[in-house]
């Protein structure tokens, strides 16, 4: 039951992370809302290997962990190096 | 109550609390007024939140090598996020994203064209005050 619940804030907060890429006034909003977007998913995921109880889903909480930071500064270096 | 059932407890409450963290910092992207402030509250409080269910994920996790996989992710989670939010909000900066007239003080110095510019906002500083400085900075 509590984590039907938190899967359900994961979806509340997936949405609202969408709407932020959509409306956000800069480009630093978008990469900002990407990151959080991402952290999100793994978290789910993390969940739903509680739920499934699939140890196999953690490896992948473990990789998009480290796939996640790469994106991240990646996209902050394109936002500055357009405003440049 | 026996143990399992403690370690159980535990578990399931930790994952709530990491995710409502999660979504602690979807509502700060939804309500704070500039991405600064959006920086912080989606790399602060992501992290912690993500930090804190995969804490619960140990807690209930059946075998050592799942518990040594997640312990690994939290450690990663906790050197990274910073890093990150610093380039998102340093991109930011340096590509001129608008700033909230609250913001009284910048060490970056911007904005970058030519130290004439430059100068010339000094001076406004002197005699407008923050609230001006702000406004003056943002569209540059």
């Keep these: 039951m509590v984590v039907e619940v938190a899967l359900g804030v994961m979806a509340l907060s997936l949405g609202v992370c969408a709407w932020r890429v959509v409306v956000g006034p800069s480009d630093a909003d978008r990469v900002l809302a990407v990151d959080l977007g991402f952290v999100v998913v793994v978290c789910a995921t993390a969940l739903l290997a509680v739920r499934l109880r699939t140890p196999a889903l953690l490896d992948l909480v473990l990789v998009a962990t480290l796939v996640g930071f790469l994106t991240t500064v990646v996209l902050a270096r394109l936002v500055a190096g357009r405003g440049r | ?140």
């Design chain 2, 1 to 140: 109550m026996s143990a399992a059932a403690v370690v159980d407890v535990v578990g399931q409450g930790l994952l709530l609390v990491g995710s409502l963290l999660v979504g602690t910092a979807a509502l700060g992207l939804v309500r704070l007024p500039d991405v600064y402030a959006r920086t912080n509250a989606a790399t602060k409080a992501a992290a912690l939140g993500l930090v804190v269910v995969l804490l619960g994920g140990v807690v209930l996790a059946p075998t050592a090598g799942s518990v040594l996989t997640l312990l690994v992710a939290i450690a990663l989670q906790l050197f990274t996020v910073p890093i990150g939010g610093f380039e998102v909000a340093q991109a930011a900066r340096l590509s001129a994203a608008p700033v909230t007239p609250l913001t009284h003080h910048d060490d970056l110095g911007l904005p970058r064209e030519g130290d004439q510019r430059d100068e010339e906002q000094r001076d406004g500083e002197d005699e407008g005050g923050v609230q001006v400085d702000g406004q003056e900075r943002g569209p540059a």
